[in-house]
């Protein structure tokens, strides 16, 4: 059974120039993931969600904890590699590499159904991330906007000719 998504705990971003990680890259992507969890800014903090009633930031807090402690011990020639709000692995790459790679809730078409994802978050296999929350970058509504007139542009451009008009 995997472990709950609930935790009364509270979140907060480190403020100022300490580091907390090893370096600034891997700092950066910390306090994105803790200020997307921040109370001030999630929709339901205590269950890792950060906005639209199911778009979670981790898969669980055991994902949570191990993601943190990976960013605060990652080398600057690795990369953490996130799968569904859970890290799998950290792997020597270089400096210039990315800091974390990140997928999530990719599904092959047969298998994207509503109802087999939702099997797979009730076994802690999966979690859905939305736009921007699994990706530890949301910023308010106007992202949201945002990626979703980029989603209509790249329809009308693909499937009518250009244009929405």
Not at 4 to 18: D, E, H, L, N
Not at 91 to 102: E, Q, S, W, Y
Request: proline content about 5%; some cysteine; charged content about 20%.
């Amino acid at each position: 059974m995997p472990e709950s998504k609930y935790r009364q705990q509270t979140i907060r971003a480190p403020r100022g120039t300490v580091l907390t990680a090893k370096s600034w890259l891997t700092e950066a992507p910390l306090r994105m993931l803790m200020n997307n969890l921040d109370p001030d800014v999630a929709e339901n903090p205590h269950e890792l969600v950060v906005y639209g009633g199911i778009g979670r930031a981790a898969r669980n807090w055991e994902c949570y904890d191990a993601i943190v402690d990976a960013l605060t011990r990652l080398e600057a020639d690795e990369t953490l590699l996130i799968q569904s709000g859970k890290p799998v692995g950290v792997f020597k790459t270089h400096d210039n590499a990315p800091r974390v790679l990140i997928a999530n809730s990719n599904l092959v078409p047969h298998w994207a159904t509503w109802e087999h994802f939702n099997e797979l978050d009730a076994k802690g296999l999966a979690m859905y991330g939305q736009m921007t929350a699994g990706s530890w970058i949301y910023i308010g509504s106007q992202g949201i906007v945002q990626g979703t007139y980029e989603t209509f542009v790249e329809a009308g451009r693909q499937h009518y000719n250009g244009t929405l008009a």
